[in-house]
């Protein structure tokens, strides 16, 4: 018989990896992998019922929100709150953070920053999005959490992860020990590991970034396309250019066979588009934890002291050899 391994089953075994962990975490973990697979099943019939289109509402950073932008967000700010183990959420979609002062989790000890469905406007053409998480403990040791508990770099992550909504569904995290991959097999419901100890490769043939705003990029970027574009048997070149526009999808792709994935500041986006605390920050981790790299052109993404929920970073991030040759035109060109 085909032995296979649950979400569940292997977060409870991998408990061992925290010895002085109640098991919280564990739970917390279980709880996003449940709204993940109510989530999914929504996004899988999304063509079917009024679940497309705008809801006609935009969201803080004054974007058209997707009703399954809405859907999602409240289907994990429930799974969060009933599961007792979260006191914050800091969500994509809400300018605030959100307390949970629910009577289980009033003292509970871990923040999460979420986004709930990323690159959404994929969804009325049928292509991959995600969700996006990262997970902090708390600082505070008194009353409630607050902002400043937020407010963590990277590095203090203790767990972050995505899941991807496409041909098939996936989940894949980390809790800083190595980077695992689970497949939703929906003839059960569960998520099964189909991808333990995930290492990226340190170089790959692909870069991805969203080459319409070409003009607007910094000159050391400019350069580094130019150099993928060039031919060079040695390293491969040209390279093979793709761009889902969902982060989770195209930083998937190289995480699985190696890549470069970039966002860089623009003139419309001076400070890049993407979200530290939850886009870069638990891409950057995950990314780091297979043996990747993730920087701002200039500095290490989780190195970066946020300021504010919805700070935006550049980000160069995938195979290391790919992301150190960036950095370098980064720094002789911009
Ligand atoms: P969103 O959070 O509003 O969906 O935006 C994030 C998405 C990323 O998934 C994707 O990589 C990027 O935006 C694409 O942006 P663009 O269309 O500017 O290339
Ligand atoms: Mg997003």
Do not use: W
């Not at 995930?198 to 150099?227: A, C, L, M, Q, R």
């Not at 891409?283 to 500095?299: L, N, P, R």
């Not at 290490?300 to 300021?307: A, E, S, T």
């Amino acid at each position: 018989m085909h032995a296979f391994k649950t979400l569940g089953q292997f977060i409870i075994q991998k408990q061992a990896d925290f010895p002085y962990a109640k098991g919280e975490l564990s739970r917390l973990l279980r709880d996003i992998g449940i709204a993940a697979k109510i989530v999914n099943r929504e996004i899988n019939k999304a063509g079917l019922v009024d679940i497309l289109g705008d809801v006609g509402t935009t969201n803080v950073q004054g974007e058209q929100q997707k009703k399954l932008d809405v859907y999602a967000n409240e289907q994990f700010i429930a799974a969060l709150t009933t599961g007792g183990e979260c006191c914050i959420i800091a969500t994509e979609e809400e300018e605030e953070i959100i307390h949970i002062q629910s009577p289980v989790s009033g003292n509970a000890k871990y923040i999460v920053c979420i986004d709930p469905l990323d690159g959404s406007s994929n969804t009325d053409v049928n292509v991959s999005v995600g969700t996006i998480f990262s997970i902090y403990r708390r600082k505070s040791v008194e009353g409630l959490a607050d902002l400043k508990d937020v407010l963590q770099k990277g590095t203090e992550q203790v767990a972050a992860g995505y899941i991807i909504y496409g041909s098939s569904t996936m989940l894949v995290y980390t809790t800083g020990v190595g980077v695992n991959g689970f497949t939703l097999d929906p003839s059960i419901g569960e998520f099964c590991l189909s991808h333990p100890q995930i290492k990226i490769p340190t170089t790959g043939i692909v870069y991805s970034v969203n080459e319409g705003n070409y003009v607007h990029f910094p000159d050391g970027i400019k350069k580094y396309i130019k150099y993928c574009q060039v031919e060079d048997e040695s390293t491969n070149r040209p390279y093979t250019s793709r761009y889902i526009g969902s982060m989770a999808g195209d930083i998937h792709r190289s995480l699985i066979k190696g890549g470069i994935y970039m966002y860089p500041t623009t003139a419309s986006s001076p400070n890049g588009k993407l979200r530290l605390l939850y886009e870069c920050n638990p891409m950057a981790f995950i990314i780091e934890q297979a043996g990747g790299k993730a920087t701002t052109g200039y500095e290490r993404i989780l190195d970066i002291q946020p300021d504010e929920v919805h700070q935006r970073v550049p980000i160069i991030i995938g195979s290391i050899e790919m992301v150190e040759k960036a950095e370098a035109f980064m720094k002789e060109f911009s």
